[in-house]
């Protein structure tokens, strides 16, 4: 019985004291797999995007290399510090998910709106109009983003320590 | 090699054997010597990496593979992958100073880590640094007329290469260390180097893809430059994962959960 009670004190202030590597394994899991999955489905599979195009600025290059390198290490370290926060007991699924959709949400609005039609690294389809897709891309980001600031809003460590003295 | 251009395949197929068993060698009988002194056994897997990483290093430089290289920029590419990117990792695991360090005795091994704290050597251990010739030189090799001129001169040739892989190693082990090393730089400091060397290489590949080196043809440029950015992903998630198991390791709770700190 002690035992079970210094084990949920110890987890209550594991989760004050590692809210931000909840919220920032959860971002960079969020940006990771959405480059991955741009990576795997468009490049790869479907074949929409290019590997390059002819249009692509050195800017649009320089910034995908550091997106590219940036995702392998983000998805491969965010795992790894998920499983630090599961060793650690102080892992707040809410807030992780938060993160993660703030993550995913923020790359895919800028890979949408400054890649693709800023710096014309590639676009979505090489298509006669493109706008449903650049619409559909775009608007999925931004739910994504307005469903992360909430997660975050409730798992705010201020709110958290509201329902813990309660 | 270049002056080996008129042999006949089997001698430089024996050629490659056998340098690589020599080398193989020298680390079996260091392992022994090693195994003999210390009660702590010497990894096997450490034997099968360093033979894998010789094998990967002499094939890319010397032999039939290395010959093919010089008017295929595919082939040569191919090379460059194994002995830039995964010989140096399978190297740094084999861990070489180490087992040379307890083979000596123990006031010539006091000297030599002694040296390897020499600020020459803080140098070229520093993640920067060593980013920074690797990766730079890469630069200076493709976007110039040094790749043109390396196929015609064997001096220019053999430096070229014996840099890539020392370049390559030191950066390997400046990142990811199994071995001794004199400073052993913080993870958050290491993982900015990596991330930017990562991505300087992934911009150089796409860079190819569009701007041949010079006397390479366009469509050899855009298989070589695919070559380059997806067979530098697999070596680059192998470094990742090291290094982030080297992290988590490091940072593991010792005295109760939550009194540890990040890096």
Request: hydrophobic share 50%; aromatic share 14%; net charge positive.
């Given at each position: 019985?002690?035992?079970?009670?210094?084990?949920?004190?110890?987890?209550?202030?594991?989760?004050?004291?590692?809210?931000?590597?909840?919220?920032?394994?959860?971002?960079?899991?969020?940006?990771?797999?959405?480059?991955?999955?741009?990576?795997?489905?468009?490049?790869?599979?479907?074949?929409?995007?290019?590997?390059?195009?002819?249009?692509?600025?050195?800017?649009?290059?320089?910034?995908?290399?550091?997106?590219?390198?940036?995702?392998?290490?983000?998805?491969?370290?965010?795992?790894?510090?998920?499983?630090?926060?599961?060793?650690?007991?102080?892992?707040?699924?809410?807030?992780?998910?938060?993160?993660?959709?703030?993550?995913?949400?923020?790359?895919?609005?800028?890979?949408?709106?400054?890649?693709?039609?800023?710096?014309?690294?590639?676009?979505?389809?090489?298509?006669?109009?493109?706008?449903?897709?650049?619409?559909?891309?775009?608007?999925?980001?931004?739910?994504?983003?307005?469903?992360?600031?909430?997660?975050?809003?409730?798992?705010?460590?201020?709110?958290?320590?509201?329902?813990?003295?309660? | 090699m270049?002056?080996n251009?008129?042999?006949?395949?089997?001698i430089l197929w024996l050629q490659l054997i056998a340098i690589c068993m020599i080398a193989i060698g020298l680390y079996?009988?260091?392992?022994?010597?090693?195994?003999?002194?210390?009660?702590?056994?010497?990894?096997?897997?450490?034997?099968?990496?360093?033979g894998?990483g010789v094998v990967f290093i002499f094939s890319a430089s010397i032999g039939p593979f290395a010959?093919?290289?010089?008017?295929?920029?595919?082939?040569?590419?191919?090379?460059?992958?194994?002995?830039?990117?995964?010989?140096?990792?399978?190297?740094?695991?084999?861990?070489?100073?180490?087992?040379?360090?307890?083979?000596?005795?123990?006031?010539?091994?006091?000297?030599?880590?002694?040296?390897?704290?020499?600020?020459?050597?803080?140098?070229?251990?520093?993640?920067?640094?060593?980013?920074?010739?690797?990766?730079?030189?890469?630069?200076?090799?493709?976007?110039?007329?040094?790749?043109?001129?390396?196929?015609?001169?064997?001096?220019?040739?053999?430096?070229?290469h014996?840099?890539?892989?020392?370049?390559?190693?030191?950066?390997?082990?400046?990142?990811?260390?199994?071995?001794?090393?004199?400073?052993?730089?913080?993870?958050?400091?290491?993982?900015?180097?990596?991330?930017?060397?990562?991505?300087?290489?992934?911009?150089?590949?796409?860079?190819?893809?569009?701007?041949?080196?010079?006397?390479?043809?366009?469509?050899?440029?855009?298989?070589?430059?695919?070559?380059?950015?997806?067979?530098?992903?697999?070596?680059?998630?192998?470094?990742?994962?090291?290094?982030?198991?080297?992290?988590?390791?490091?940072?593991?709770?010792?005295?109760?959960?939550?009194?540890?700190?990040?890096?």
């Amino acid at each position: 019985m002690e035992k079970s009670s210094k084990h949920v004190k110890a987890s209550l202030t594991n989760h004050s004291n590692y809210s931000s590597r909840n919220l920032w394994g959860g971002v960079l899991f969020g940006l990771g797999v959405v480059a991955f999955i741009d990576e795997t489905v468009f490049h790869q599979l479907l074949h929409w995007h290019h590997f390059y195009d002819k249009s692509t600025t050195d800017i649009g290059l320089v910034s995908d290399g550091l997106f590219h390198a940036f995702s392998w290490f983000a998805t491969i370290g965010s795992s790894f510090m998920l499983a630090d926060l599961h060793r650690r007991q102080a892992f707040v699924i809410k807030r992780w998910i938060g993160g993660a959709l703030l993550g995913g949400g923020t790359f895919q609005l800028y890979d949408g709106t400054i890649q693709h039609k800023l710096m014309q690294i590639h676009q979505i389809r090489y298509i006669v109009d493109i706008t449903p897709y650049d619409v559909v891309w775009n608007i999925t980001a931004l739910g994504m983003i307005i469903a992360a600031y909430f997660l975050l809003k409730n798992t705010n460590i201020r709110s958290e320590e509201h329902h813990a003295f309660k | 090699m270049h002056s080996n251009n008129h042999l006949p395949e089997p001698i430089l197929w024996l050629q490659l054997i056998a340098i690589c068993m020599i080398a193989i060698g020298l680390y079996l009988i260091a392992m022994v010597i090693s195994n003999r002194r210390f009660r702590k056994s010497w990894s096997i897997w450490k034997v099968f990496s360093f033979g894998i990483g010789v094998v990967f290093i002499f094939s890319a430089s010397i032999g039939p593979f290395a010959i093919k290289a010089h008017s295929d920029f595919y082939a040569h590419m191919t090379n460059h992958l194994l002995m830039g990117m995964f010989a140096p990792i399978l190297i740094a695991f084999a861990s070489p100073v180490t087992l040379v360090l307890r083979v000596l005795n123990v006031k010539t091994a006091r000297r030599v880590t002694e040296w390897m704290k020499s600020w020459p050597m803080l140098l070229l251990t520093h993640p920067l640094f060593a980013a920074f010739i690797s990766i730079g030189g890469l630069w200076i090799l493709y976007t110039t007329n040094l790749y043109a001129l390396m196929q015609q001169n064997v001096l220019l040739h053999i430096f070229v290469h014996v840099h890539v892989f020392i370049a390559s190693y030191l950066f390997t082990i400046s990142i990811i260390s199994f071995d001794y090393l004199p400073h052993q730089w913080s993870f958050r400091f290491r993982s900015i180097v990596l991330l930017l060397a990562l991505a300087a290489h992934g911009i150089l590949s796409k860079y190819l893809y569009a701007h041949p080196p010079e006397g390479v043809s366009k469509i050899d440029a855009e298989k070589g430059s695919m070559l380059m950015y997806y067979g530098g992903d697999a070596s680059e998630i192998l470094l990742i994962l090291i290094f982030c198991t080297q992290w988590y390791k490091s940072t593991k709770p010792r005295v109760s959960p939550g009194t540890h700190s990040f890096v």
